[in-house]
């Protein structure tokens, strides 16, 4: 078998063999390397303009790294209590390695940026309140409408037999990925390969220091355990805690300061309102009278969506199209956030927002709010932790929260914000301090 | 313009820890995962939140975060249990606020609530863990047109959750299908 290094900024070098060479190659995946990765941050960061391309790899890189570390360690435990075998492990070895390699190829474009322009599911009933598509079920009919012949045909998956669906059942956690859903949690859990590479890699391309944690530490300390409920979890060895504590600091940090920036927040808005522009008025096939990408529900579909990039939005753009919102991209006169909560609003703060925006009425130019995307979302984190004297018996965990009181302390960030265009900027303010003075008594 | 505060779900929260409450059961995280997802894929009650199934079952990130949001809004106290190392989770003093600022949609859905806490409230955690683990399999099949046998159905729920023995998995099944909950296979 061939292998070949590709030069990372972040880690050196990565290794892939000559099967991950041809899906690298394949058109899907390379249209990574028109999506950046943040979207339009470099309007506040100026280095950020890495891809979606070299974060998958790393987040290869990581996830493998992760997965060796756990079956070096607890090989016995998993065949003994999980029932994996020696051939079970190898086979999920390699399907971890592209899972973790293809999880972000349905990515719309400026990433999640982009997700706001996915349509609604089909109602399961009348009463259920419409679901929206969510990127990862583009990269799901990605892999299984147009990656089947790279993914299946190659020599090397002889040894394994794994399918386009095998991949897709597993980034999507359907129930035939069977024990293998046990590795999910590397791609999408507290400590997942995917986080810990966005985090570095951004760090390192923006140039802050916030994402920094000592990912080799964690990867040492990386094991299989029981929670409370004796099921199953990745879990941190004792020794790995403070380590745990620094990873969960530097996604507080990277929300707080790079992910929820609020002029980056803007720039999201009002990409998005330029692409919805640009749906409605492209020529078909691209056009949806809805504003709204095509759902991901057939190869005609998916093949649709995928024309779309950040080079076909620029080239819009470019040539005139996406309305007024991208006029104030080209310009850098994004709307002005003019009022924010404190980042865990209560009760009063939510009535006292309420108030404002019915004052302000149609000065304002949008609302902005955390998105249910957990990419956008800082929860108050747990990691489950396996104490020294559990090692060798019951495995039970215990919770990082209940160990440290730094994480304790962290509550979860639901800061809302007001965002009024650049030239009514003055006249809301005044509305605001008007009311807060009121509010407080003085007037 | 309005902000777009999902209060129904907050209330729910809230409601499902004072029934749980009263009735004296013990209510954790985990406990308000798997009810929230019954809810939504047996009862049909529209929540609006979105599972995804790990070896531990069914679990949304978004309800995890409503409920730390929840309890510093004062809903409900997530507490420390320390004989379980587990959270344990109790109504607060906004509970009743809360609950007002989502009146409609608790009083639409009261049955369903009712039902799920019939029939699901008293049962201990890891029952809770299988039940819903059988549901999210047998859903995904129905939606998914596979058609599978008893016995591929009940190996699908062993790999998944192999620290159940066959007994118990079996057993399970049946009474979901006696209760219509799932679908019946030969």
């Keep these: 078998m061939k292998y070949y290094e590709i030069r990372d900024p972040v880690f050196g070098f990565i290794r892939i063999n000559e099967w991950e060479r041809d899906i690298i190659d394949h058109w899907v995946f390379q249209r990574l390397r028109r999506i950046r990765q943040l979207a339009w941050t470099d309007m506040v960061y100026p280095g950020a303009t890495h891809t979606r391309f070299e974060h998958s790899l790393g987040v290869m890189h990581i996830a493998t790294q992760m997965f060796d570390s756990i079956v070096a360690k607890d090989q016995d435990f998993l065949k003994s209590e999980l029932g994996f075998t020696e051939y079970g492990l190898q086979r999920d070895r390699v399907l971890v390695r592209l899972a973790s390699l293809l999880h972000d190829v349905g990515h719309a474009p400026f990433s999640h940026a982009g997700e706001d322009l996915m349509p609604t599911k089909p109602s399961k009933s009348a009463t259920t309140k419409q679901e929206t598509y969510k990127h990862e079920e583009y990269s799901e009919a990605a892999i299984r409408y147009l990656m089947k012949d790279v993914i299946e045909e190659h020599p090397i998956n002889e040894n394994y037999r794994i399918t386009a669906d095998d991949v897709a059942n597993f980034l999507t956690g359907k129930p035939s990925a069977r024990r293998s859903l046990l590795w999910r949690s590397l791609l999408d859990g507290q400590l997942d390969a995917d986080r810990a590479d966005y985090l570095l890699r951004d760090s390192l391309h923006i140039g802050v220091r916030y994402g920094k944690f000592d990912l080799e530490r964690l990867m040492v300390t990386l094991t299989v355990a029981f929670d409370e409920h004796e099921q199953p979890v990745l879990a941190i060895e004792d020794g790995g805690w403070h380590a745990a504590e620094g990873l969960i600091i530097a996604r507080y940090m990277m929300f707080t300061q790079v992910y929820y920036q609020h002029t980056r927040r803007a720039y999201d808005y009002h990409i998005s309102q330029a692409m919805q522009h640009i749906l409605s008025e492209a020529p078909r096939p691209i056009q949806s009278p809805q504003g709204k990408f095509c759902a991901p529900t057939s190869e005609e579909n998916i093949k649709n969506y995928l024309t779309w990039n950040d080079w076909f939005v620029y080239g819009c753009i470019e040539a005139g199209q996406g309305g007024e919102h991208a006029n104030l991209i080209k310009e850098r006169r994004h709307y002005r956030c003019i009022y924010e909560t404190s980042e865990t609003p209560s009760l009063e703060e939510l009535a006292t927002l309420d108030e404002i925006t019915d004052l302000l009425g149609d000065t304002i130019g949008f609302i902005d709010q955390p998105p249910s995307a957990t990419w956008y979302k800082f929860g108050k984190e747990d990691i489950h932790i396996l104490p020294e004297t559990n090692r060798d018996n019951s495995r039970r965990t215990k919770l990082l929260s209940s160990m440290s009181s730094l994480v304790k302390g962290l509550n979860p960030i639901e800061q809302k914000r007001i965002y009024v265009p650049w030239e009514r900027k003055t006249q809301a303010e005044s509305i605001v301090a008007k009311y807060v003075k009121k509010a407080k008594g003085d007037g | ?186």
């Design chain 2, 1 to 186: 313009m309005k902000i777009d505060i999902p209060w129904h779900r907050y209330a729910l929260i809230v409601l499902l820890t004072d029934r749980m409450h009263a009735s004296r059961q013990k209510f954790g995280k985990t406990a308000l995962q798997k009810l929230v997802y019954l809810l939504q894929a047996v009862f049909n009650v529209p929540a609006g939140y979105q599972y995804s199934l790990y070896l531990h079952g069914p679990f949304c990130s978004e309800l995890a975060n409503d409920l730390d949001y929840l309890h510093c809004l004062g809903g409900v106290q997530v507490s420390l249990d320390s004989s379980s190392s587990g959270y344990s989770i109790t109504p607060s003093e906004n509970a009743q606020i809360i609950k007002d600022k989502a009146n409609d949609f608790l009083s639409e859905y009261q049955s369903e609530i009712d039902q799920l806490l019939d029939t699901f409230g008293p049962r201990r955690v890891k029952e809770l863990e299988l039940f819903s683990t059988i549901v999210f399999v047998d859903r995904d099949a129905v939606n998914s047109g596979r058609n599978q046998d008893r016995d591929h159905f009940i190996r699908e729920i062993q790999n998944i959750k192999p620290h159940f023995s066959r007994e118990e998995i079996v057993s399970t099944i049946a009474e979901l299908e006696s209760l219509g909950y799932i679908q019946s296979r030969t």
